[in-house]
């Protein structure tokens, strides 16, 4: 196995945090090598085979019927496009097609949820990074994989022989804070996620009343089952300015 350039990982890591299942292209960008046969290594479960899965990715591919059953009726299976998904999968490419909407919606929560979701992606990459290291750490015990567990915060720690299963101890309870960190982060998007639509629990009819009153108010003839959820979030997005607009007017005429 050849350890990455971690120099050149941390710059790639600095532009955006990456997906856990693109980890083993960027340690290869990073000049790293992982085992490919059987042993300790090849066994860790770092990065699911997702090499069939694929699932929509822009919000304008997603028709607003299946949108409305992902916030309403919590049916996330519209988004998978090809293969078998498990549930934090579909939660992840959920919670990105919900990062566009607020964008697309200029949502005052997107910058929250890019941020939110950011940390959490970096959390994972960590918890993969960290595993990675420990294992090699019981089987090459090199200077380098020292170095690297320095550089994520174990530079207290002695690295020797001796001090091996204490050492390995240490990093496991640590590393619990961040997992519970993790789950914290995730909680709060998916907390975040069920506004979607601020009245999604009212059903479904929701939606076709938000498409309803920007036909009236605009005098259009969009259908719900004629728009994508990227073109519901722009009609939101302009019919709440209308709204908004129509409020100043009233304020002002009864300010008079």
């Given at each position: 196995?050849?350890?990455?350039?971690?120099?050149?990982?941390?710059?790639?890591?600095?532009?955006?945090?990456?997906?856990?299942?693109?980890?083993?292209?960027?340690?290869?960008?990073?000049?790293?090598?992982?085992?490919?046969?059987?042993?300790?290594?090849?066994?860790?479960?770092?990065?699911?085979?997702?090499?069939?899965?694929?699932?929509?990715?822009?919000?304008?591919?997603?028709?607003?019927?299946?949108?409305?059953?992902?916030?309403?009726?919590?049916?996330?299976?519209?988004?998978?496009?090809s293969g078998?998904?498990?549930?934090?999968?579909?939660?992840?490419?959920?919670?990105?097609?919900?990062s566009q909407y607020y964008?697309?919606?200029?949502?005052?929560?997107?910058?929250?949820?890019?941020?939110?979701?950011?940390?959490?992606?970096?959390?994972?990459?960590?918890?993969?990074?960290?595993?990675?290291?420990?294992?090699?750490?019981?089987?090459?015990?090199?200077?380098?994989?020292?170095?690297?567990?320095?550089?994520?915060?174990?530079?207290?720690?002695?690295?020797?022989?001796?001090?091996?299963?204490?050492?390995?101890?240490?990093?496991?309870?640590?590393?619990?804070?961040?997992?519970?960190?993790?789950?914290?982060?995730?909680?709060?998007?998916?907390?975040?996620?069920?506004?979607?639509?601020?009245?999604?629990?009212?059903?479904?009819?929701?939606?076709?009343?938000?498409?309803?009153?920007?036909?009236?108010?605009?005098?259009?003839?969009?259908?719900?089952?004629?728009?994508?959820?990227?073109?519901?979030?722009?009609?939101?997005?302009?019919?709440?300015?209308?709204?908004?607009?129509?409020?100043?007017?009233?304020?002002?005429?009864?300010?008079?």
């Amino acid at each position: 196995m050849k350890m990455p350039n971690w120099n050149r990982l941390k710059k790639i890591f600095a532009k955006k945090p990456p997906k856990p299942d693109t980890l083993p292209s960027l340690l290869s960008s990073a000049g790293a090598t992982l085992p490919v046969t059987s042993g300790v290594l090849s066994d860790i479960p770092i990065v699911k085979n997702t090499e069939s899965l694929n699932f929509v990715s822009r919000l304008k591919d997603l028709k607003l019927t299946d949108f409305i059953a992902c916030c309403v009726d919590n049916d996330l299976h519209s988004i998978v496009i090809s293969g078998q998904a498990d549930e934090e999968q579909l939660g992840n490419a959920w919670l990105h097609l919900l990062s566009q909407y607020y964008e697309a919606r200029q949502d005052a929560r997107a910058n929250q949820h890019r941020e939110l979701l950011g940390q959490l992606e970096a959390l994972k990459i960590r918890a993969a990074v960290i595993e990675m290291l420990v294992e090699a750490y019981k089987c090459f015990p090199t200077q380098m994989i020292i170095e690297r567990l320095r550089e994520l915060g174990y530079f207290d720690l002695q690295f020797t022989p001796e001090t091996m299963d204490n050492d390995l101890m240490c990093i496991r309870n640590n590393e619990i804070n961040y997992q519970i960190e993790h789950d914290n982060i995730k909680e709060e998007l998916e907390q975040l996620s069920k506004g979607a639509n601020d009245k999604a629990t009212a059903g479904h009819k929701i939606f076709y009343d938000y498409v309803m009153s920007y036909n009236e108010a605009y005098k259009t003839t969009y259908t719900v089952d004629g728009l994508n959820a990227f073109e519901y979030a722009l009609i939101c997005h302009r019919l709440d300015e209308y709204i908004e607009h129509l409020n100043t007017q009233n304020r002002q005429t009864n300010a008079r």
